[in-house]
């Protein structure tokens, strides 16, 4: 991968971890050379030993704490105690609570009683831990989230509750956080796709980012886009925070450029059956079930044949040339499947890993089904290293003022949304398939129509389009 040794410069902020998993966000944050990792406090014991391993090697400067067990039963102030902190001492508070009911990727359930989520028992730690900053990633469709969901045909009948309407779980988290009584908290809500910083991954994720000293943050804009895009770009962009400020648009990383040169032995597979290989072997790279014979499709996808969306992971064999689809949980899945590009075969735990960008030298503990929850749960890396020089430039803004809080107007809680969007590539086009990489086919990504907008949380936009 060329990465550059990491964690080797003295660390000046100190962070404490949530819901950890294999600790992505936090390896993203740490490549910044700004923070310095305390505790990690997560439930499942194969991810609590994937840190403890990693720790033993010494692939992670200092010696975390790992607090195992369920974090509805642990108490933030015996956290701090640990690590020999105060609350209020504490620099940034970071994690990813667990939501998969807010997810768009399956069927959205309802949270009745948001206040009883994990969501909550983070806002539990801010409340008691009252760090500067705080850093929590979660999936998109938390943004439109409703505390209770109403079927769709049911929404015309009457008219719907405060509580129905999307996006009345951010509303209700931001009013609590608003009511916490040790400190004051601005936050700002930040909607971005990893793909368009850098990784090789579509992959969509929400980022909170929080602090106690009214200051207003502003992630960077987007720095690569669809190489069928960049020769399109007009104007430069704002820098990117992360090495020299970039002067054009760069083409967004491939799957070839994350896995391109791995050589594996032995890799460590959860592969398909023979029956799904028999499929897959008839798919080309860049292609899916649309490769197949009409009689193969029918036959293979069953009643899924006759959705009208979502189908696209059906049968899937991804291509060398374009960035990853964002990693499941699961790979030889049917309807969701990344086979390799060349191999009849799902991808490698190593390859995984490759695409969220862990250091080669990391090890995953636990079942291999552990391990791939373990890589396709985790934040891109690449997103907490952006995230990461965001809070260390606040940081150090008010430790220059003395750590003064601001007191000039500024914009209340907001949603910024930074082209998060990746808009669908062509599979099927005039009745007729389209295969990436054909000379004669125009597959390509349709470029986004909407780079950035501002609302406030409370629905009222106080910006437009730009």
């Not at 069928?228 to 799957?255: G, H, K, V």
Request: proline share 7%; charged share 25%.
């Amino acid at each position: 991968m060329g990465h550059r040794p990491i964690y080797t410069a003295r660390m000046q902020y100190k962070t404490i971890s949530l819901f950890s998993g294999a600790i992505g966000l936090d390896i993203g944050l740490h490549r910044t050379d700004r923070f310095e990792l305390l505790a990690c406090v997560e439930k499942v014991p194969a991810f609590c030993e994937t840190i403890r391993r990693n720790v033993e090697m010494g692939r992670l400067d200092g010696r975390p704490l790992v607090f195992e067990g369920d974090i509805a039963n642990i108490d933030p102030l015996d956290v701090l105690r640990a690590v020999g902190l105060q609350p209020g001492e504490l620099d940034v508070l970071v994690g990813g609570p667990p939501c998969q009911s807010f997810s768009t990727a399956g069927r959205r359930g309802t949270t009745q009683d948001p206040r009883g989520t994990l969501l909550w028992q983070f806002l539990r730690f801010v409340d008691v831990m009252r760090p500067k900053f705080f850093v929590m990633e979660n999936v998109r469709g938390l943004i439109s989230a409703a505390v209770r969901h109403r079927p769709i045909d049911q929404r015309k009948v009457q008219s719907i509750d405060p509580e129905e309407s999307p996006g009345s779980v951010v509303r209700l988290f931001a009013r609590d956080l608003q009511a916490l009584s040790g400190a004051k908290y601005h936050m700002d809500v930040f909607e971005v796709n990893s793909v368009n910083y850098g990784a090789p991954q579509i992959r969509e994720r929400v980022l909170f980012i929080g602090n106690r000293y009214d200051a207003q943050v502003d992630f960077p804009l987007p720095t690569h886009r669809s190489p069928l895009e960049t020769q399109q770009a007009a104007s430069p962009i704002q820098a990117s925070l992360l090495d020299e400020p970039p002067t054009q648009f760069m083409p967004w990383r491939t799957l070839g450029d994350a896995i391109g040169g791995l050589q594996e032995d032995s890799p460590r597979v959860m592969d398909f059956s023979d029956r799904k290989k028999a499929y897959l072997a008839m798919v080309p790279p860049g292609s899916n079930w649309r490769s197949l014979p009409e009689q193969v499709q029918r036959e293979s996808m069953g009643k899924a044949w006759l959705a009208k969306g979502g189908r696209s992971g059906w049968w899937r064999r991804l291509t060398l040339e374009l960035p990853s689809p964002t990693l499941v949980t699961l790979p030889n899945h049917a309807s969701t499947s990344l086979c390799h590009p060349t191999q009849t075969r799902a991808l490698s735990i190593r390859k995984y890993a490759r695409i969220q960008e862990f250091p080669d030298e990391w090890e995953f503990r636990g079942t291999l089904s552990e391990q791939y929850t373990q890589v396709g749960n985790a934040v891109p890396t690449r997103l907490g290293l952006v995230a990461g020089n965001v809070v260390a430039a606040a940081l150090d803004k008010l430790k220059s003022r003395d750590w003064n809080p601001y007191e000039q107007l500024r914009e209340g809680y907001r949603i910024v949304y930074l082209q998060s969007h990746v808009r669908t590539r062509h599979w099927f086009k005039d009745g007729k398939t389209i295969v990436w990489g054909d000379d004669d086919d125009d597959p390509r990504y349709s470029a986004a129509k909407t780079q950035r907008t501002v609302r406030a949380i409370s629905d009222t936009v106080s910006s437009g389009a730009c």
